[in-house]
């Protein structure tokens, strides 16, 4: 859900309109209503406010989950699982060539030598 979908669904939720949330926040109705519709994006220290007004967290407000665990048992599933998925590693995605290299590193790293 985008920022301004949650926006407007926890407003709706708490019964209130765009002008009261705007009052809580300081802005102008027009401003939050940019949020909502995603024409702009709230400053940090406006989503830290929603968050708190709402009782959630910001991770929960922007939409972030929780980070998954992925237990691979065996050495093919590691090589399924870079196959089909989209690994990013310091913030640039690994390219196949990369990916069999991780894989390779991988092998070395729990072989029984």
Not at 7 to 36: F, H, P
């Amino acid at each position: 859900m985008t920022i301004g979908k949650q926006l407007k669904y926890l407003r709706k939720r708490s019964k209130m309109k765009q002008a009261d949330i705007a009052k809580i926040l300081g802005i102008t109705r027009s401003a939050y209503c940019s949020y909502e519709n995603q024409r702009r994006e709230p400053e940090l220290s406006r989503l830290i406010a929603m968050a708190d007004f709402y009782h959630i967290s910001l991770d929960t407000l922007v939409g972030r989950k929780e980070k998954e665990w992925i237990v691979l048992e065996e050495e093919q599933e590691l090589c399924d699982f870079l196959e089909k998925n989209t690994v990013i590693f310091a913030g640039n995605r690994l390219t196949p060539e990369q990916k069999g290299k991780l894989l390779k590193m991988a092998q070395i790293m729990l072989s029984d030598n």
